[in-house]
């Protein structure tokens, strides 16, 4: 079957378009035909290649996708030939402490389809059957593959992580990626103000058709005066923040009293500094956050079927124009998920 392989770390040219193995369905296991499998930025760093954990070579990335269910292992017994899937990212042992808890990415035994394993961008993928849901019958292949990671991610940063409230004000970086997109939505769900930044109008008022409520153009103002007059100094009480070291210090300045910040990556670059007098002086809390439980995805993919929460999805290629589908992401040049179809 045909997959995209990168066989070294490298830009977008080392990916290759080749054949590779069939998979087969080992105990608790299901090969997928994948129809459609969404972008992330994870992919562009393991291609890259993570300092201090190197990805084993050579390596088809894609976390999350959907398809139809080809054939089953020994064991499975929720899913069949025929079914139509959404592939969420991550697995993990089920019955730990951290599990039993919606804690799944503290596991031990917590991995990804696509960074511990071979993923999505790929003809056919053999993954854990814990990683399946039914695809839900209001969305499309699409659709579907663009939901899971930045769903799950958000949903777990602002209900599980910040516990975002009705009526509080919250922050959005960066609303034009998917986690942000997924913030806005999951944010006006709850009954937050929604505060937005991106670099361009054009992603401001895709923003605003979500519910985003204040629209700042970081190119064009200072995101932490704006957010002092509009709130008359107070300051917003939750931010979703993923950006890195670019806007660490800012982000802070721009907390209310007992404000938390919840921050789940580091985009551009991850040696963030503050004056830790501000942090205890005006009691923040800063939170880590990593993707999210079962329980969360489920959540969201509830509220997914009722159509509160919808995709948004950017761009489609085919697989063989993998490169320039991660070249695009790359560029930052997008509003909403990039999907790749075989």
């Known amino acids: 079957m045909k997959a995209v392989v990168f066989h070294k770390s490298g830009g977008s040219d080392v990916l290759q378009y080749e054949d ?16 459609a499998a969404a972008l992330n930025h994870l992919d562009l ?16 990335s894609g976390c999350e996708g959907s398809g139809d269910v080809l054939s089953v292992g020994p064991g499975v017994t929720q899913f069949k030939p025929g079914d139509a899937v959404v592939i969420a990212p991550s697995y993990s042992c089920g019955h730990c402490e951290y599990c039993l808890k919606n804690q799944d990415s503290l596991c031990h035994s917590f991995g990804m389809v696509g960074v511990h394993r071979y993923g999505c ?32 991610t958000a949903w777990h940063m602002l209900v599980d992580r910040a516990k975002l409230q009705v009526g509080e004000d919250v922050l959005i970086q960066a609303a034009g990626s998917g986690v942000g997109i997924a913030g806005i939505q999951i944010a006006k ?5 929604v505060f937005a930044t991106a670099s361009t109008n054009e992603k401001l008022e895709k923003a605003k058709q979500l519910g985003a409520d204040v629209l700042i153009n970081y190119k064009e103002k200072d995101f932490l005066e704006e957010i002092r007059r509009v709130t ?3 300051g917003v009480d939750v931010i979703l923040e993923h950006t890195g070291q670019e806007n660490w210090e800012k982000n802070i300045l721009s907390l209310s009293r007992f404000g938390r910040l919840v921050t789940c990556g580091a985009t551009s670059g ?8 501000y942090v205890y002086s005006r009691q923040l809390s800063i939170l880590g956050s990593y993707m999210g439980g079962k329980r969360d995805l489920l959540d969201v ?19 063989t124009e993998t490169r320039k589908a991660e070249d695009k992401m790359e560029d930052r040049n997008l509003f909403g998920k990039i999907v790749v179809k075989p």
Do not use: C
Request: charged share 25%; hydrophobic share 40%.
């Open 189 to 193: 769900l709850i009954g937050a103000r």
């Open 121 to 152: 961008l790929a003809e056919k993928v053999t993954v854990p059957e814990q990683t399946l849901l039914p695809l839900p019958s209001n969305l499309s292949y699409e659709q579907a593959a663009s939901i899971p990671l930045v769903f799950q």
């Open 270 to 277: 991850p040696n963030a500094t503050m004056d830790l007098r």
């Open 45 to 60: 760093w393991l291609r890259k290649g993570i300092p201090g954990r190197p990805t084993p070579l050579p390596h088809v």
């Open 301 to 319: 993919f509830r509220f997914v079927s009722e159509g509160k929460l919808k995709p948004v999805i950017d761009s489609v290629f085919p697989l």
């Open 232 to 234: 008359n100094k107070r």
């Open 20 to 35: 590779i193995p069939e998979p087969e369905a080992k105990p608790f296991e299901v090969v997928v035909k994948v129809r």
